[in-house]
């Protein structure tokens, strides 16, 4: 089993900034990649940040040059540093551990055999 911890979330002012950590710990194997979803009150779970072990960083418009992604291969740790907060920011946010893809084909965020985190709230209001 892979187990996925996150933590890091509280309440900011808008235009504040935070830092989420997520490990993983358990049987590891090389992990491809990770990355974070968020899920806002009455809305779909939806992918906004992911990293793959050879450094790539992609990210959704809605965060594109206020968040960044980023990971320690050594420790097993993804984390996403947000900057200029917005009320529009808060969710709840998770880690994500993707299943590598095959052999040419494309990764796959939010797969069905993913791993995911426990969640933790961010808040942004004044």
């Known amino acids: 089993q892979l187990h996925l911890v996150a933590s890091g979330g509280g309440l900011v002012q808008p235009g504040g900034s935070l830092r989420l950590s997520c490990v993983a710990s358990g049987r590891l194997v090389s992990i491809y990649a990770m990355g974070w979803f968020r899920q806002a009150p009455g809305q779909q779970r939806e992918w906004f940040a992911g990293?793959?072990?050879?450094?790539?960083?992609t990210y959704a418009d809605s965060v594109k040059g206020r968040f960044t992604i980023s990971r320690d291969n050594a420790e097993n740790t993804v984390y996403l540093e947000m900057n200029g907060l917005k009320p529009e920011d808060t969710a709840v946010y998770y880690c994500n551990l993707p299943l590598a893809p095959a052999p040419g084909e494309e990764l796959k965020w939010g797969g069905e055999f993913d791993y995911w985190g426990q969640g933790t709230q961010v808040t942004v209001s004044s």
């Open positions: 990293t793959i072990r050879d450094g790539t960083t």
